[in-house]
């Protein structure tokens, strides 16, 4: 079975400054991993998907993911926050074929300070 | 190309009631995947329906279901309301090509489920 721990369920950061986001993910096979963004009272909006191609995956608003195996990481990174980022972030995993559907972390609350 | 509806996007219940919430997917897709949030569990699979057929299902009791129409809208419904139910309950849409993990998911706004 797969699973994902998101480290710290909020994070703080000023307006400019990097953002990291951790995820790390435990799975006896290659998964496809993701990473999601939910703004209040909306749905789940994809950021990027990883599904082998390429380690480092570029996503939507300036958000880039790097998939490292031999940490079983798939931690999101953006250069310099925006106001507009403030929003519940969640790594997903899935294994291949897809059978179980998505595997959530319990998400990460990004705050931003001006 | 419209997105993913949920309608309604509000309920409230009393314990015992049963629910059915619906869904429809961008149009195209032939796959819905229907999901439960709450701040205990966070986010859940419940199932997949795709061609109007169940093909996945997470590890809820038969009192969740569902079903898909052939224009591949979805309904969900939950009988014997508890109040662990309550709930956001969110429906997304893919093409459909690889199972409900794979493919790319474009989620719905949500149906926020209260059960009193």
């Known amino acids: 079975a797969q699973s994902v721990t998101q480290l710290g369920s909020h994070v703080s950061v000023s307006e400019g400054a990097l953002v990291l986001l951790r995820c790390n993910y435990s799975?006896?096979?290659?998964?496809?991993l993701f990473w999601y963004v939910q703004y209040p009272n909306q749905g789940l909006q994809l950021l990027l998907k990883?599904?082998?191609?390429?380690?480092l995956v570029k996503g939507i608003n300036g958000f880039e993911a790097e998939f490292k195996k031999s940490e079983t990481s798939f931690h999101l990174t953006k250069p310099s926050a925006h106001m507009s980022d403030a929003a519940e972030y969640f790594c997903?995993?899935?294994?291949?074929?897809?059978?179980?559907?998505?595997?959530f972390g319990k998400g990460t609350h990004l705050i931003i300070q001006p | 190309k419209a997105g993913v509806t949920q309608t309604p996007r509000y309920l409230i219940k009393t314990r015992g009631q049963q629910v059915t919430l619906s869904c429809s997917p961008i149009s195209g897709h032939r796959s819905v995947s229907w999901y439960q949030q709450t701040p205990g569990q966070g986010l859940q699979f419940l199932f997949e329906y795709f061609s109007e057929t169940q093909r996945n299902k997470g590890n809820f009791p038969g009192r969740f279901s569902g079903r898909q129409f052939s224009n591949s809208r979805s309904e969900m419904n939950v009988s014997t309301l508890e109040l662990g139910d309550s709930a956001l309950y969110l429906c997304?849409?893919?093409?459909?090509?690889?199972?409900?993990?794979?493919?790319?998911?474009?989620f719905g706004p949500g149906t926020r489920l209260t059960v009193l």
């Open positions: 799975s006896s096979v290659p998964p496809y």
């Open positions: 990883y599904t082998s191609a390429a380690t």
């Open positions: 997903a995993v899935s294994l291949s074929g897809g059978a179980d559907g998505l595997t």
């Open positions: 997304a849409s893919s093409l459909g090509v690889q199972g409900a993990g794979t493919d790319t998911q474009y």
